[in-house]
């Protein structure tokens, strides 16, 4: 609040691929993000408002080995409605008007979290590649492996693993801050996708295989 007060920029969408659980915006002149949770899902998300809510909680108390991003959690935050860009404001309409409300010259945000901003390791990496910057381009893609790795090895799966859903500090080092799909890699069931019995299956709207909760799938490799 005190730095809305000292500065004169308007509050806009976050640099990067929109999510399909959570729409984010930014004030430039002030180092985070605000991540308010939609009122739709992509069909793609087979998760809840609920659901999104106790993954946050679980990266709240876990171990979070330096490679997720720490979140604070408002309700009722009001911010002065003159500081939102209108594109913003109906867009937040649109796709979260069950979060907001306005009131007399104010937005209230029924529920939000607020977090470090990060540039997103795909805007990074095709920085990297439009620059030929071979040295970022391998920090970045190192430092992917990296988080990955550390996060398994603090018993976290992080799910949706695209570039989109990692964050580059300002340190340089690589954050995942996407938790809906979060989950304890002790409770993952990894499973090679099994090979369709006709070349039709590959082409379904629905996967050949049956899925149950908790399954991980991945192509087998053949050498």
């Not at 730095?3 to 399909?20: C, R, T, V």
């Not at 729409?23 to 087979?46: A, E, G, M, W």
């Not at 399954?215 to 050498?223: D, E, P, Q, V, Y």
């Amino acid at each position: 609040m005190d730095h809305l007060q000292q500065s004169s920029d308007l509050f806009l969408p976050a640099e990067g691929i929109k999510g399909m659980v959570m729409t984010v915006f930014t004030l430039p002149s002030y180092p985070v993000v605000f991540k308010i949770i939609k009122d739709r899902f992509s069909s793609s998300k087979y998760v809840s408002r609920e659901i999104v809510k106790e993954r946050y909680a679980l990266v709240k108390h876990h171990d979070r080995a330096g490679r997720l991003a720490d979140t604070q959690e408002f309700t009722n935050l009001q911010l002065p409605l003159e500081r939102f860009d209108s594109d913003l404001i109906e867009e937040l309409k649109q796709v979260a008007a069950g979060s907001v409300e306005i009131l007399a010259g104010t937005l209230l945000i029924k529920h939000v979290w607020v977090e470090r901003r990060m540039t997103p390791l795909n805007i990074y990496l095709q920085e990297a590649l439009r620059n030929e910057n071979e040295e970022q381009l391998f920090h970045g893609v190192n430092e992917y492996g990296k988080c990955i790795k550390e996060l398994a090895a603090a018993n976290i799966f992080a799910g949706d693993m695209l570039f989109k859903n990692f964050g580059v500090t300002r340190h340089g080092r690589i954050v995942f801050y996407d938790y809906d799909e979060i989950m304890y890699l002790t409770d993952c069931n990894f499973r090679h996708i099994p090979e369709p019995m006709y070349p039709e299956q590959e082409l379904a709207d629905e996967p050949w295989y049956s899925i149950g909760p908790g399954m991980c799938f991945r192509k087998s490799l053949i050498c």
